[in-house]
């Protein structure tokens, strides 16, 4: 299959387009800046802007683009640019694939595990609705763009990814450099559950989505394995060799120090279960979390 790639240069882009190519396929990346290499094909969703040539003949679509999450304090129009690089440039992609006299087959977009809102201990699957609060307004918005393309007859799938771990950076490379210290602790209360996946199951859940017909809509990449704060602290803790603090880091001064990032992103609980690809046979390659620190490490 040809696939189309935004966010090709991101921590789970990267990750796919290698997964993409060690499978036989050939990947498109779409860019925003002037193309450098026959892979590449340029768009500027801000502008507007998009080589439909380079859509043409396509099979799939992986759209992955949107700004960072936890690189830069949350103000007000940081907020805008998280939602508007989201919705927005989800609508340009597929207004332009809608557009196309032979769309692809399949558009997998990303979405996250935000959209639930705080769940609590309750094991949930995508049956879920949605939660409340910045994060999940957002998620809903996105997703709501990428299910137009179901209008051209093109299958979608909404990616609700949960923290994803890698040995390149991302949240994980963000905890090393305090857990090598000793300074590591939970967070709040420690009793949330954070659901997690390692980069490589990741690519390889997104494969299963794009290959399997029979999969649509929202898709939980997340472990089956989901695990308090407190115990991913212990057990990173140990994987790095160092003990971990035996204080919780409390809520209010996280707040104070990260703003509403906190709040919406590390505080919230998410005890979700994979259903639609355990369901369809996607074999984790990485279903504790012990194992999974060994891999990326």
Same mark, same amino acid.
């Given at each position: ?14 990750? &796919? /387009?290698? !997964? $993409? %190519? ?7 990346? +779409? =860019? ?60 340009? &992609? /597929?207004? !332009? $694939? %809608? ?7 399949? +558009? =997998? ?100 989505v794009l290959k399997n017909r029979d999969i649509s809509g929202p898709v939980n990449l997340t472990s089956p394995t989901p695990i308090t704060n407190a115990e991913f602290t212990r057990k990173l803790g140990k994987a790095v060799g160092k003990s971990t603090m035996p204080m919780p880091v409390p809520a ?20 979700l279960m994979p259903k639609k690809l355990t369901d369809t046979g996607y074999r984790f390659a990485h279903n504790s979390l012990d194992d999974a620190l060994s891999a990326v490490l």
């Amino acid at each position: 299959m040809t696939i189309i790639v935004t966010g090709a240069s991101g921590l789970l882009g990267s990750a &796919l /387009v290698e !997964a $993409l %190519r060690a499978d036989g396929q050939e990947v498109v990346r +779409l =860019v925003r800046r002037e193309p450098r290499a026959t892979d590449e094909a340029y768009w500027d969703p801000a502008g507007q802007e998009i080589d439909v040539a380079a859509l043409r003949g396509a099979q799939g679509v992986v759209h992955l683009a949107g700004a960072s999450i936890g690189d830069k304090r949350w103000s007000e129009a940081y907020k805008r640019e998280l939602v508007d690089s989201r919705v927005n440039g989800t609508r340009v &992609l /597929v207004d !332009a $694939l %809608r557009e196309l006299d032979s769309p692809p087959e399949v +558009l =997998v977009s990303a979405s996250g595990v935000d959209f639930y809102g705080d769940t609590g201990d309750r094991v949930i699957d995508e049956s879920q609705g949605k939660g409340s609060g910045f994060l999940a307004d957002m998620c809903e918005r996105w997703e709501g763009e990428a299910r137009r393309a179901g209008e051209a007859g093109i299958r979608t799938a909404q990616l609700r990814t949960g923290l994803a771990l890698s040995g390149r950076g991302g949240a994980l490379g963000r905890m090393l450099p305090l857990f090598r210290m000793g300074l590591g602790a939970p967070l709040g209360s420690g009793k949330q559950y954070w659901s997690w996946i390692t980069a490589d199951d990741w690519a390889g859940a997104v494969l299963h989505v794009l290959k399997n017909r029979d999969i649509s809509g929202p898709v939980n990449l997340t472990s089956p394995t989901p695990i308090t704060n407190a115990e991913f602290t212990r057990k990173l803790g140990k994987a790095v060799g160092k003990s971990t603090m035996p204080m919780p880091v409390p809520a209010f001064a996280l707040t104070i120090g990260l703003g509403e990032f906190a709040k919406e992103a590390l505080l919230p609980s998410h005890r979700l279960m994979p259903k639609k690809l355990t369901d369809t046979g996607y074999r984790f390659a990485h279903n504790s979390l012990d194992d999974a620190l060994s891999a990326v490490l």
